[in-house]
């Protein structure tokens, strides 16, 4: 098969290249490669640096034309359409070979949904394994206890070891449903989402302000208040007896996102990374994953949350969204 009927019998995107003493030079292109990498009509001189975005690539093809040798991995690639992930692939041939772009995006993209559920899967493995053990073993001392000393304070013991299992179970179920995508939204008013969020929070000395009454956003009301009651627990819990805690919105209402503020210590800057992760808690109480629930809630609105400082030197949790086309 000549050069021509091999790019022909591709549907794949096949570039065509021949090796001199003066370098590497583009034969042709077939015409699915011209509809895949190139909006318009495609430039007489193509380059392969021009769609191989992965860095190391463009090595490893250069050495693998220079040496005649086969060369066969995934690289991202800037198509018309933006990048996706091919299977790349030489094929020598005579003075020259065959460049062989094969779209395995979706594979791609259903292998690191995979890798990040089971990652999912082994966080809960740990949560569950290492957190449920220690109330386990308390109430079953309180039993012995009890039935050795006829003593029903031991029963106070076995209560709240039952009810730290509960509130664990309750979050870790939590923090795999709030993952899930969101299909419907509403325009939802943020202060009356916060403020019903704040009447669940048992913390009777704190104050809660809003800096927007009338602000709104696109969102599944629901889940937003699953995300402040979450963010209000952890601010009361961390933020000292009284906390001051606000709620306002970012870019003077012009639908960038909101935030959350409160007056208390704040979080050191190198431990603001590790706070979202499951497991992670100052709090001898805490499950540590009612913020790795928080930052689910708002991956699935397609939105992103951070860790700063608020003006009184507290912490202030800022959310906006993703794409900044994206209404909000």
């Known amino acids: 098969m000549d ?33 895949t990498f190139y909006a318009d009509e495609a430039p007489e001189t193509v380059s392969l640096g021009d769609t191989v975005v992965t860095g190391d690539v463009i090595d490893d093809i250069a050495a693998a034309i220079d040496t005649g040798d086969r060369l066969d991995r995934d690289v991202r690639c800037a198509t018309a359409d933006g990048e ?18 094969t779209d395995v995006n979706d594979r791609a993209e259903r292998i690191a949904d995979l890798e990040e559920r089971n990652q999912h899967l082994e966080t809960f493995a740990s949560v569950i394994s290492h957190d449920l053990r220690n109330p386990i073993d308390v109430a079953r001392r309180s039993i012995e206890n009890a039935r050795e000393d006829d003593d029903s304070s031991h029963l106070d013991r076995i209560e709240a070891a039952l009810d730290q299992m509960k509130t664990l179970i309750d979050d870790v179920l939590a923090l795999a449903r709030e993952g899930k995508a969101i299909d419907e939204t509403e325009r ?22 809003i800096a927007d009454e009338n602000a709104t956003l696109q969102a599944d009301p629901a889940r937003l208040r699953q995300a402040f009651e979450n963010l209000f627990r952890n601010t009361t819990e961390h933020a000292g007896v009284t906390p001051a805690v606000t709620v306002g919105t970012i870019g003077d209402g ?4 909101f935030y959350l503020e409160d007056d208390g210590p704040g979080i050191p800057p190198d431990e603001r990374d590790e706070v979202f992760e499951p497991g992670v808690t100052s709090s001898t109480d805490g499950t540590g994953l009612g913020l790795a629930i928080v930052e689910r809630i708002a ?20 959310v906006t969204a993703v794409d900044s086309l994206q209404p909000f």
């Open 299 to 318: 991956a699935a609105h397609g939105w992103e949350i951070a860790v700063t400082d608020a003006e009184s030197g507290g912490a202030r949790f800022e």
């Open 84 to 101: 996706r992930t091919f299977r790349l692939r030489n094929v020598p041939s005579g003075d020259g070979g065959y460049l062989v772009y």
């Open 3 to 35: 050069g021509t009927d091999f790019l022909s019998a591709h549907y794949d995107p096949v570039v065509h290249y021949a090796t001199s003493d003066a370098g590497v030079g583009v034969r042709r292109v077939n015409p699915a490669f011209e509809e």
């Open 254 to 257: 012009d639908g960038t996102g």
């Open 188 to 209: 939802t008013n943020l202060a009356g989402v916060a403020e019903r969020a704040w009447d669940g929070v048992d913390a009777p000395e704190a104050t809660l302000s």
